[in-house]
């Protein structure tokens, strides 16, 4: 059971829109903790995609952003690729546990 | 751009311990600015964080693994370690070594698959 709960699969067309989800409670990001996301390609490591909730890393798609609020955050794919099919996490921290936390991971599938 | 590279054993028996290193290239441990991290994933599972070190020597683990893990640092080889003691099945995972800063990843190792089983 992951602290941080994200939907265990999503799917979409290609060019339509998705959101996954993330949610905490209030020692994570409800606590002010800032949100990151990782996407993983099949047999490889993960990669930064999002940081400090809606911050895009050089190299990244601007058809990826993030957002958060409350005690939830999301990340949003436009434009769905083919190549978005992956695994996607994020990722917080957490004072009650004091450690790095990490959500269960969604699935992308572009249908 | 920086690189991280595991390398270890990629079997290990049950209560002995796990023992993994992580070399940097294309920039210094010792330069600062990164925390230098270890995060497992268990089969088909999500992510876990382990613990990370400075290159000061500063250390700081998850405290459910914290009875059973040390992380250390060789500056002169730009290398930095892992060690997992008293090993089950349960920590069969691929462990990845990564580079922390602002509490996120920013530079992951390829990762190495390490089973417990005699």
């Known amino acids: 059971q992951s602290v941080l709960t994200q939907p265990p699969s999503v799917s979409g067309a290609p060019g339509q829109r998705v959101t996954i989800s993330c949610t905490g409670s209030?020692?994570?990001?409800?606590?002010?903790?800032?949100v990151h996301w990782y996407q993983q390609l099949p047999g490889t490591a993960p990669k930064l995609l999002i940081y400090?909730?809606?911050n895009r890393p050089s190299g990244v798609p601007d058809r990826f952003s993030g957002s958060k609020s409350g005690t939830s955050a999301s990340l949003a794919i436009t434009g769905l690729q083919a190549e978005d099919e992956a695994d996607y996490y994020c990722?917080?921290?957490?004072?009650?546990?004091?450690?790095?936390?990490f959500g269960g991971g969604t699935k992308l599938t572009v249908l | 751009q920086v690189q991280l590279q595991e390398s270890g054993p990629g079997l290990v028996k049950p209560s002995q311990t796990l023992s993994l290193t992580c070399t940097v290239s294309?920039?210094?441990?010792?330069?600062?600015?990164?925390?230098w991290s270890w995060i497992r994933q268990h089969p088909g599972k999500g992510l876990e964080w382990i613990g990370y070190?400075?290159?000061?020597?500063?250390?700081y683990y998850n405290p459910s693994l914290k009875s059973r893990v040390t992380i250390s640092v060789d500056t002169s080889k730009n290398q930095f370690s892992l060690k997992l003691s008293s090993v089950t099945a349960a920590d069969t995972a691929v462990y990845y070594c990564?580079?922390?800063?602002?509490?996120?990843?920013?530079?992951w190792g390829q990762g190495t698959l390490v089973t417990v089983s005699s």
């Open positions: 990564a580079s922390e800063s602002g509490y996120y990843y920013v530079y």
């Open positions: 294309g920039g210094s441990i010792s330069s600062g600015g990164y925390y």
């Open positions: 070190i400075y290159y000061s020597g500063s250390t």
């Open positions: 209030s020692s994570n990001i409800g606590a002010g903790y800032d």
């Open positions: 400090g909730n809606s």
């Open positions: 990722q917080s921290y957490d004072s009650s546990l004091s450690a790095r936390v």
